[in-house]
């Protein structure tokens, strides 16, 4: 849409009171060459910086396009021909700045999709025409689309009859909103204007100051100066809101408010009860008040994750909003964690923000690594430490590919950004903040982590500004060894020896390579800096040692012991970053099978986790997770019967000859269906979380690996009922019995779960029953409803969950992947932008050379064209590769195991 030249004077875009120049009307100039131009690649030149904007717009929920105003005032330290700023399909109108010879207007050359030049336009007479040297304002008007179908920049989506426009700038999409200096070092105050439809609600970081009503129909609202904020944490949502009330909380009595779609306020009970005790346990461990002045939590229909924004946290719907009714402790416990950190995020990434995306673990392993600190305090029961352990089983799963990044990966272009967003930089980089808070204690840690946040509040700081302010807290440097884990790709394995020699103390001989599994062309000579500790027990004793292994081998002498060990735990209390092996009689399962009720639950969660690690990497047998999964059936955790299920799920799928499946799902319901028999299929009065949380587990597994047919039935039984009545199956299995009822579903249960799905109103409803038609496993079936992905008959943003659905079964995968290469011009139309990247993961699950060539043939120029693609790429056929390796060497140890069993 062209915007006129009213509509824009309108917004109210004068100079700011600091402006050092007056503005004057454009010179009529003559035609001057430009100077030659090329874009800067990824970062912007030196030679200017803001210091400041004023930023208006004019939003429209519900139409095609925005338009606005922006007014930088610019720092400039060197005279420039040309002024670079980041701009992405936005059309600019007009752009002014100040030269040598006073304002004048600019010309917009779009250098590419990220850069715009502004070219000062003097007359040709002058010998020059340079932007002057000093604080000078560059104004800029322009429009762009208002996105249905994106969720990142400023994009719109429907919930009801009603449209609502919000943004998601991180980490480069603020610059598809307005042209600016969108790189996180710049650091600046924002002052925000909006103009939207008078009877909405409009919504930004600060809170509003005031609000014209207009003739037209719109109103114009004002909103406080922020805080110093990089481009990419400004937010603002405009739209036909609802506003929760949750109190005021912490230090300084902040108003929380939880923002929803209309209609929705009953379904942000759990997050308006929860918010505010979270903030104030994070204030107490930070030992400062959150640093804003509101905390709105904003609701997005969308099936997105979340967002820190200061003052305006966002979350899909899906993480904030349950209807009280059908809420689940899962749920919950979710909503938590990802409230906790983005509320982290307030600190670590908004009041401190990384000067470059190189150190994005400064905000996202350090909100990643906060959670568990302040959940365990505020819900005991939670067991946060296990699932800490989890995490770190998960990076280190990621670690071990030979495509993995570095925690401090080099930038050197966007997809190195879009990279960063990956379970190294969470996962790993929480995990490695852990160990090291053990090495030095979780007291000094805390002092550090102060002092590092005081010193740099408000201002940018890298990874060297943490590091030293840990440094000095633990009176001595941790930086060498921490950078070991930073800088370089990978993990360790640590194999471990006991020697009991006659005379003196027993001692370990330790040994480090790289992690590597089954298959990987990496090179495991490499050795990091790495604190050890292990545990033991010796005639009843239980003792500790610790060592920092500095080089590829090394002794830790077990000082304290008073006779050879009867056990030895390699990662104590699993802080350590590093997988472990031991060698001879005394080997994991066989530490798993003596020493378990010594150990605590983490530590046998670490265990196991170790053993899975050791199977992929072919130094240990798979039947051995399948006898480890019988001995932790039997166990009382509910975390250790999770993991039972997982193990004995581990020759599930097409690993066996078809055969030899019979005998597998027997061996399921062996070990598991007594237990699902005693819980039922709905809680009983007075029965605790955990087995409310293990309870689908079960019914998944045994409906699913166990092929129960009495399980298989209840499901199908149920899912009917509520297709009838939403009321007739509890919240917490609604969802695994109708994945189950999908995954049998005739062609008559397909067609009710189908139409109920198109005239399901409720987002959260039409979910799960999309989800249901996900799992069917007919192949007929499937190739139905796959068209149903390119039609107009769901969101292409709830749709595509019935294409990941078909490419995560090997029955129907090839179905899948054909529909993808048949539709590949069709899906690429309707998917957000660089939504192609991820495509190649349809075939992750791909274990035969003959798929694996097909997939690499048809996605290499494919998904490697779209932001991130060459990374996802790689994984994804290096996942492939390491499936065939593992399988030809692990396969023939399933199919003993199972032919032995009669």
Same mark, same amino acid.
Request: aromatic share 8%.
């Given at each position: 849409?062209? =915007?006129?030249?009213?509509?824009?004077?309108?917004?109210?875009?004068?100079?700011?009171?600091?402006?050092?120049?007056?503005?004057?009307?454009?010179?009529?100039?003559?035609? %001057?060459?430009?100077?030659?131009?090329?874009?800067?690649?990824?970062?912007?030149?030196?030679?200017?910086?803001?210091?400041?904007?004023?930023?208006?717009?004019?939003?429209? +929920?519900?139409?095609?396009?925005?338009?606005?105003?922006?007014?930088?005032?610019?720092?400039?330290?060197?005279?420039?021909?040309?002024?670079?700023?980041?701009?992405?399909?936005?059309?600019?109108?007009?752009?002014?700045?100040?030269?040598?010879?006073? +304002?004048?207007?600019?010309?917009?050359?779009?250098?590419?999709?990220?850069?715009?030049?502004?070219?000062?336009?003097? *007359?040709?007479?002058?010998?020059?025409?340079?932007?002057?040297?000093?604080?000078?304002?560059?104004?800029?008007?322009?429009?762009?689309?208002?996105?249905?179908?994106?969720?990142?920049?400023?994009?719109?989506?429907?919930?009801?009859?009603?449209?609502?426009?919000?943004?998601?700038?991180?980490?480069?999409?603020?610059? %598809?909103?307005? +042209?600016?200096?969108?790189?996180?070092?710049?650091?600046?105050?924002?002052?925000?204007?909006?103009?939207?439809?008078?009877?909405?609600?409009?919504?930004?970081?600060?809170?509003?100051?005031?609000?014209? %009503?207009?003739?037209?129909?719109?109103?114009?609202?004002?909103?406080?100066?922020?805080?110093?904020l990089p481009s990419y944490l400004v937010a603002f949502a405009v739209g036909p809101f609802e506003l929760v009330d949750a109190g005021r909380h912490g230090q300084k009595k902040t108003p929380v408010r939880i923002v929803v779609p209309r209609g929705k306020t009953a379904e942000a009970k759990w997050a308006a009860e929860s918010t505010g005790p979270i903030l104030e346990r994070l204030e107490a461990w930070f030992g400062s008040p959150y640093p804003y002045?509101?905390?709105?939590?904003?609701?997005?229909?969308?099936?997105?994750?979340?967002?820190?924004?200061?003052?305006?946290?966002?979350?899909?719907?899906?993480?904030?909003?349950?209807? +009280?009714?059908?809420?689940?402790?899962?749920?919950?416990?979710?909503?938590?964690?990802?409230?906790?950190? *983005?509320?982290?995020?307030?600190?670590?990434?908004?009041? =401190?923000?990384?000067?470059?995306?190189?150190?994005?673990?400064?905000?996202?392993?350090?909100?990643?690594?906060?959670?568990?600190?302040?959940?365990?305090?505020?819900?005991?029961?939670?067991?946060?430490?296990?699932?800490?352990?989890?995490?770190?089983?998960?990076?280190?799963?990621?670690?071990?590919?030979?495509?993995?990044?570095?925690?401090?990966?080099?930038?050197?272009?966007?997809?190195?950004?879009?990279?960063?967003?990956?379970?190294?930089?969470?996962?790993?980089?929480?995990?490695?903040?852990?160990?090291?808070?053990?090495?030095?204690?979780?007291?000094?840690?805390?002092?550090?982590?102060?002092?590092?946040?005081?010193?740099?509040?408000?201002?940018?700081?890298?990874?060297?500004?943490?590091?030293?302010?840990?440094?000095?807290?633990?009176?001595?440097?941790?930086?060498?060894?921490?950078?070991?884990?930073?800088?370089?790709?990978?993990?360790?394995?640590?194999?471990?020896?006991?020697?009991?020699?006659?005379?003196?103390?027993?001692?370990?001989?330790?040994?480090?390579?790289?992690?590597?599994?089954?298959?990987?062309?990496?090179?495991?000579?490499?050795?990091?800096?790495?604190?050890?500790?292990?545990?033991?027990?010796?005639?009843?004793? =239980?003792?500790?040692?610790?060592?920092?292994?500095?080089?590829?081998?090394?002794?830790?002498?077990?000082?304290?012991?008073?006779?050879?060990?009867?056990?030895?735990?390699?990662?104590?209390?699993?802080?350590?970053?590093?997988?472990?092996?031991?060698?001879?009689?005394?080997?994991?399962?066989?530490?798993?099978?003596?020493?378990?009720?010594?150990?605590?639950?983490?530590?046998?969660?670490?265990?196991?986790?170790?053993?899975?690690?050791?199977?992929?990497?072919?130094?240990? *047998?798979?039947?051995?997770?399948?006898?480890?999964?019988?001995?932790?059936?039997?166990?009382?955790?509910?975390?250790?019967?999770?993991?039972?299920?997982?193990?004995?799920?581990?020759?599930?799928?097409?690993?066996?000859?078809?055969?030899?499946?019979?005998?597998?799902?027997?061996?399921?319901?062996?070990?598991?269906?007594?237990?699902?028999?005693?819980?039922?299929?709905?809680?009983?009065?007075?029965?605790?979380?955990?087995?409310?949380?293990?309870?689908?587990?079960?019914?998944?597994?045994?409906? %699913?690996?166990?092929?129960?047919?009495?399980?298989?039935?209840?499901?199908?039984?149920?899912?009917?009922?509520?297709?009838?009545?939403?009321?007739?199956?509890?919240?917490?299995?609604?969802?695994?019995?109708?994945?189950?009822?999908?995954?049998?579903?005739?062609?008559?249960?397909?067609?009710?779960?189908?139409?109920?799905?198109?005239?399901?109103?409720?987002?959260?409803?039409?979910?799960?029953?999309?989800?249901?038609?996900?799992?069917?496993?007919?192949?007929?079936?499937?190739?139905?409803?796959?068209?149903?992905?390119?039609?107009?008959?769901?969101?292409?943003?709830?749709?595509?969950?019935?294409?990941?659905?078909?490419?995560?079964?090997?029955?129907?995968?090839?179905?899948?992947?054909?529909?993808?290469?048949?539709?590949?011009?069709?899906?690429?139309?309707?998917?957000?932008?660089?939504?192609?990247?991820?495509?190649?993961?349809?075939?992750?699950?791909?274990?035969?050379?003959?798929?694996?060539?097909?997939?690499?043939?048809?996605?290499?120029?494919?998904?490697?064209?779209?932001?991130?693609?060459?990374?996802?790429?790689?994984?994804?056929?290096?996942?492939?590769?390491?499936?065939?390796?593992?399988?030809?060497?692990?396969?023939?140890?399933?199919?003993?195991?199972?032919?032995?069993?009669?």
């Open positions: 849409m062209r =915007v006129l030249l009213p509509a824009l004077l309108a917004l109210g875009c004068a100079a700011p009171a600091t402006s050092l120049k007056p503005q004057a009307p454009p010179v009529a100039t003559a035609p %001057r060459p430009l100077p030659p131009l090329r874009s800067p690649g990824v970062r912007l030149p030196t030679g200017a910086a803001p210091r400041h904007y004023r930023l208006a717009l004019t939003i429209v +929920p519900g139409q095609d396009t925005f338009s606005g105003t922006i007014t930088a005032q610019v720092d400039v330290t060197q005279p420039l021909e040309v002024l670079w700023l980041n701009a992405t399909a936005l059309k600019v109108t007009s752009s002014t700045l100040v030269t040598e010879h006073g +304002p004048r207007p600019a010309e917009v050359v779009v250098a590419d999709e990220h850069f715009i030049a502004l070219v000062p336009r003097c *007359e040709a007479a002058l010998p020059s025409c340079r932007v002057a040297v000093g604080l000078q304002d560059v104004t800029l008007a322009f429009s762009g689309a208002l996105s249905r179908k994106d969720t990142d920049g400023l994009f719109q989506a429907k919930e009801g009859d009603a449209w609502y426009a919000y943004t998601s700038f991180e980490p480069i999409d603020a610059r %598809r909103a307005f +042209p600016h200096f969108d790189e996180p070092g710049f650091k600046v105050p924002w002052e925000l204007v909006l103009t939207v439809p008078a009877d909405q609600l409009a919504l930004a970081n600060t809170p509003q100051v005031s609000e014209e %009503r207009r003739a037209d129909g719109l109103k114009t609202v004002r909103f406080a100066k922020s805080l110093p002045e509101k905390l709105d939590q904003l609701a997005i229909p969308a099936n997105i994750g979340a967002m820190e924004n200061p003052g305006l946290v966002t979350y899909g719907h899906q993480t904030i909003l349950s209807k +009280p009714e059908l809420d689940t402790p899962g749920r919950q416990r979710g909503f938590a964690g990802t409230c906790t950190h *983005e509320l982290a995020h307030q600190w670590f990434g908004d009041l =401190v923000t990384m000067a470059w995306w190189d150190d994005l673990w400064l905000n996202e392993a350090f909100a990643t690594w906060m959670t568990p600190r302040i959940l365990e305090q505020w819900q005991p029961t939670w067991a946060m430490d296990v699932g800490q352990v989890n995490r770190r089983h998960g990076a280190l799963g990621s670690d071990a590919l030979v495509n993995a990044r570095q925690v401090r990966q080099p930038i050197t272009s966007n997809d190195d950004i879009a990279n960063a967003f990956d379970g190294i930089t969470y996962g790993k980089g929480a995990s490695v903040i852990a160990m090291f808070e053990a090495s030095v204690g979780r007291a000094v840690f805390q002092q550090g982590v102060r002092a590092y946040l005081s010193k740099h509040a408000w201002k940018n700081a890298t990874a060297d500004d943490f590091l030293a302010a840990v440094s000095v807290a633990a009176g001595r440097d941790v930086g060498p060894a921490f950078r070991t884990f930073l800088d370089q790709p990978g993990a360790p394995v640590v194999a471990m020896r006991l020697d009991c020699p006659q005379q003196g103390a027993p001692s370990l001989f330790l040994s480090q390579k790289r992690a590597l599994p089954l298959g990987s062309t990496g090179d495991p000579a490499k050795a990091w800096r790495l604190p050890i500790c292990v545990r033991y027990s010796a005639k009843g004793g =239980v003792g500790r040692a610790c060592t920092m292994l500095e080089a590829p081998t090394g002794v830790l002498e077990l000082a304290d012991a008073k006779a050879c060990p009867d056990w030895v735990l390699p990662n104590d209390r699993y802080d350590g970053y590093y997988r472990a092996s031991l060698s001879g009689p005394r080997s994991l399962a066989e530490l798993y099978r003596k020493a378990g009720a010594a150990l605590s639950v983490p530590e046998r969660v670490g265990l196991l986790g170790d053993v899975s690690a050791l199977v992929r990497s072919g130094d240990v *047998e798979l039947s051995t997770m399948f006898e480890l999964a019988t001995l932790a059936s039997r166990e009382a955790d509910r975390h250790l019967v999770s993991y039972a299920l997982g193990f004995a799920s581990a020759a599930g799928g097409d690993l066996l000859p078809e055969e030899l499946r019979p005998r597998h799902a027997a061996f399921v319901r062996g070990l598991f269906s007594k237990r699902l028999d005693a819980l039922g299929f709905a809680p009983k009065p007075g029965e605790d979380e955990d087995a409310r949380l293990l309870r689908p587990q079960l019914i998944g597994t045994l409906g %699913r690996n166990g092929e129960d047919p009495k399980v298989i039935t209840r499901a199908r039984a149920l899912a009917e009922a509520w297709l009838s009545d939403r009321r007739a199956v509890h919240p917490d299995v609604l969802d695994v019995v109708l994945g189950l009822a999908g995954d049998h579903a005739d062609a008559a249960l397909q067609g009710r779960l189908l139409s109920a799905a198109k005239g399901e109103q409720d987002r959260a409803d039409r979910g799960r029953l999309l989800g249901a038609l996900a799992e069917v496993s007919d192949r007929a079936l499937v190739e139905q409803q796959l068209p149903l992905v390119i039609s107009d008959t769901f969101e292409m943003r709830e749709a595509m969950r019935l294409l990941w659905g078909a490419a995560g079964d090997f029955r129907t995968r090839p179905l899948a992947l054909a529909f993808v290469e048949a539709h590949w011009d069709a899906l690429i139309t309707r998917l957000p932008k660089d939504g192609g990247a991820g495509l190649v993961w349809l075939a992750g699950g791909v274990c035969d050379a003959g798929a694996r060539d097909a997939a690499r043939a048809f996605f290499d120029g494919r998904s490697t064209k779209y932001l991130g693609g060459p990374r996802s790429f790689a994984q994804a056929m290096e996942g492939i590769e390491l499936c065939l390796a593992y399988r030809a060497r692990q396969r023939p140890s399933a199919v003993a195991f199972f032919e032995a069993r009669r």
